[in-house]
């Protein structure tokens, strides 16, 4: 599976963005979808998991996040998405999407995905 993540850009405080994440070469609705991100001189921290089909599409976010970024998915596109309002300038970083299908207990930890998309830049100007 490949996965093409898009949507980043430069954006002044409190703006928003919508990052999307389109897989091709087979389907993705098996797999839980995250997004991570990573700033620069930090490592990279998970920012919300959305849970495969079947299992309710349930999701998990950071703390750091919650309230400001939606995951969603749209398995007819192949396609996964994170709406991010009300963004910070702690927000910059690149920005990875990324599949697995560890048991959703683990979503939170980068090292369980097994496919990656190439990042897309986040930029938050204060």
């Known amino acids: 599976v490949q996965l093409q993540a898009s949507g980043g850009g430069l954006v002044q405080a409190g703006g928003s963005l919508r990052l999307s994440c389109a897989a091709s070469?087979?389907?993705?609705?098996?797999?839980?979808m995250g997004w991570f991100r990573q700033a620069p001189g930090k490592e990279r921290e998970f920012v919300a998991a959305i849970s495969r089909s079947g299992s309710g599409f349930g999701t998990h976010y950071a703390d750091s996040v919650k309230g400001r970024f939606t995951i969603s998915r749209d398995n007819a596109k192949n396609t996964g998405y994170l709406q991010m309002n009300s963004l910070k300038s702690e927000d910059t970083a690149v920005y990875y999407c990324a599949i697995t299908q560890i048991l959703w207990a683990y979503v939170d930890e980068s090292r369980r995905y097994t496919n990656w998309g190439q990042g897309t830049q986040v930029t938050v100007s204060s």
């Open positions: 070469g087979r389907t993705i609705r098996d797999f839980h």
